[in-house]
Nanobody, 123 residues
Framework: QVQLVESGGGSVQAGGSLRLSCAAS????????LGWFRQAPGKEREFVAA????????YYKDSVKGRFTISRDSAKNTVYLQMNSLKPEDTAVYYC????????????????WGQGTQVTVSS
């Protein structure tokens, strides 16, 4: 049984930083994409960032480019999201996701999801 477990969320002031982690268990995703999504209250879940497995290419939502960095440690079956210069509009529940396909999509058509971790940014 595949499980994705996020950690690292919390409350910070605007301009601060947080690092999210997501540990996968039940199978290895070293050749497959891992990603991060977020969902703010009353809004749909949206793509934030993703990283491929075969070549480590990264993709970002425009509004987080230059502030967020996604990375992975295939040996630990873990993906990270370093978030710097946080803004109040980054406040959301952040979800880790994994795919069974080699390609990345910015839609929510991912196969596995974590339970989410809350990130709150105050002004």
């Amino acid at each position: 049984q595949v499980q994705l477990v996020e950690s690292g969320g919390g409350s910070v002031q605007a301009g601060g930083s947080l690092r999210l982690s997501c540990a996968a268990s039940g199978r290895t995703f070293s050749n497959y994409p891992l990603g991060w999504f977020r969902q703010a209250p009353g809004k749909e879940r949206e793509f934030v960032a993703a990283i491929t497995g075969h070549d480590g290419s990264t993709y970002y939502k425009d509004s987080v480019k230059g502030r967020f960095t996604i990375s992975r440690d295939s040996a630990k079956n873990t993906v990270y999201l370093q978030m710097n210069s946080l803004k109040p509009e980054d406040t959301a529940v952040y979800y880790c996701a994994a795919r069974n396909r080699m390609t990345i999509t910015t839609t929510t058509l991912w196969d596995y999801w974590g339970q989410g971790t809350q990130v709150t940014v105050s002004s």
